[in-house]
């Protein structure tokens, strides 16, 4: 069975959105250096902005649920926004292109 560490699958997803964000931009200097347009670096980015938000979300959520009522409704009004930031506004246009 594989070490999680204290942080258990919230670090995993880091490591791996850290991962996938370094190979994006490896990728994306290498085809810049040979002038050629390729997305595979947009969809990587994309992947490690959701593993990114999935790892703040959970940490927030930690955090929220031992505050006040008015602090898990700011909660959940952001990640709500974030989440739709993601799928529908920022990340969307990563995935088409």
Known sequence: MSRKGRTG??????????????????IKIILDALKVNNSV??????????????????????????QTKGWRILFWILAIVSLLSIFLGLGLPNFMK
Request: hydrophobic letters at 70%; a neutral charge.
């Open 41 to 66: 670096g947009g969809i990587l980015t994309g992947v490690a902005s959701i593993l990114l938000l999935i790892v703040a979300l959970v940490s927030a959520y930690d955090y929220a649920s031992r």
């Open 9 to 26: 699958y919230l670090g995993m997803f880091a490591f791996a959105a850290m991962i996938l964000n370094a190979i994006a931009w490896i």
